[in-house]
């Protein structure tokens, strides 16, 4: 290797310290066509019917959406709903099979993935292991020609923001999981990008990381302003980070919206199902009055608040474990005759340290699954209260 290879990629020669020729290529791409564009505000990032198939499989259908300028936007879903398929089309990843991707109505959709100018956050972090952190951090700065004044100055910005001053002589592996994801975040914000987009980048995490990883996005995007595009299975981290939540399942868009209207008002029973409603029961369907719906079935009978219109006789409601009220059952025959009221026993009850979590059986063998700050013993009796505006009501699916 020569010297000036060595001095521009590294301390040490090893089989890392050679740039692959497709990353120089791609930023230098990006250097010449976006380093008068770096500083640009934008109004909106518009996705219009971005669809991907691969062979006769569609990954990705038809995805609309919108995206302000500042605006932190959570893909989530199970595992192939499309999250990441989405995620790559907008980085440049991925060619779209149909539709288009505008930024203030300048389409990108068909430019390479370094003149789109997005910076991404992967999942396992793709750090080069030869190279310090401050090197890391810099080197898409150095490929675009920035001035090594103007490199120091960004990457100390960077570094102070991520919080990783004092790791910036460090190689990538003397640090922790958690500080390679904040190298990783640094190293995309860097470069001023008008996107951040990342991919579940905290699923390679403990769960204390998790949590304190999930804190320090948040704090970063609150300080820069920055538009970021989050994709995770996760549905805490989709709620406590972004401003709105695309729900995605089999390439299909469920629902897309706030945090507290995806979690309290589910607009399909397959949303409800994904965001914890763990209570999911088919009964006969009574009447309907304005919003509430009447049902009963298996032993009880339940008022709740109609999502959709409902003309069969069957509907399925739907009760997240939280909105359940236990209490020991005195065994008083009005309750099993009373609306949102169950009696039941308990079959396994787990501790979860602040509440315990409770499978409760009916005598007609419907599992209601509750959450409690009460101590409850496995066998215990006990009476379980919903309520009617904690039931949702939908059509069989």
């Known amino acids: ?166 790791h910036a002589h460090k190689l990538p592996g003397r640090l922790s999981g958690g500080q390679q994801q904040r190298v990783a975040i640094a190293r995309a914000i860097v470069i001023e990008p008008p996107v951040i987009l990342m991919d579940e980048p905290l699923s390679n995490l403990d769960a204390k990381l998790r949590l304190e990883m999930r804190a320090e996005i948040k704090r970063i995007h609150r300080d820069l302003q920055r538009t970021t595009i989050y994709v995770t299975h996760d549905q805490d981290e989709a709620l406590s980070l972004a401003d709105r939540i695309v729900v995605l399942n089999d390439g299909r868009t469920l629902q897309i919206g706030s945090p507290e209207e995806i979690y309290a008002k589910p607009v399909s029973l397959q949303v409800a199902r994904f965001m914890g409603y763990r209570n999911i029961f088919e009964l006969t369907l009574e009447r309907v009055e304005g919003d509430r719906a009447f049902l009963e079935g298996s032993g009880i009978q339940m008022e709740g608040v109609a999502q959709e219109g409902l003309s069969s006789r069957r509907a399925v409601i739907a009760v997240r474990p939280d909105d359940i009220v236990v209490d020991a059952s005195a065994n008083n025959v009005m309750d099993a005759a009373t609306r949102n009221v169950i009696l039941g026993q308990a079959e396994i009850v787990e501790y979860g340290g602040r509440d315990y979590l409770v499978d409760v059986s009916t005598e007609s063998g419907l599992l209601f699954h509750a959450r409690t700050p009460r101590r409850v013993a496995a066998g215990e009796r006990l009476r379980l209260t919903i309520p009617t505006e904690r039931v949702l009501v939908f059509s069989p699916e």
Not at 48 to 76: H, K, M, P, W, Y
Not at 149 to 164: F, G, H, S, T, Y
């Open 1 to 166: 290797m020569k010297k000036s290879e060595q001095r521009n990629y590294g301390e040490r020669p090893s089989i890392f310290s050679v740039v692959p020729a497709e990353l120089t290529n791609a930023i230098e791409g990006q250097k010449k066509s976006f380093a008068a564009q770096r500083h640009q505000a934008f109004r909106e990032l518009r996705l219009q019917r971005v669809t991907r198939s691969f062979g006769n499989t569609i990954a990705l259908n038809g995805l609309d959406l919108t995206i302000r300028s500042g605006e932190f936007i959570a893909l989530l879903g199970p595992s192939g709903c499309g999250k990441s398929t989405a995620l790559n089309c907008l980085a440049g990843l991925l060619p779209l099979t149909e539709g288009s991707i505008s930024l203030d109505q300048q389409r990108i959709d068909q430019l390479p993935p370094e003149r789109r100018g997005f910076g991404m956050v992967f999942q396992n972090y793709a750090l080069f292991p030869h190279m310090t952190v401050r090197r890391n951090v810099g080197f898409g700065l150095l490929m675009r020609g920035i001035p090594r004044k103007e490199i120091r100055r960004r990457v100390d910005a960077a570094l102070e923001l991520v919080q990783l001053q004092a």
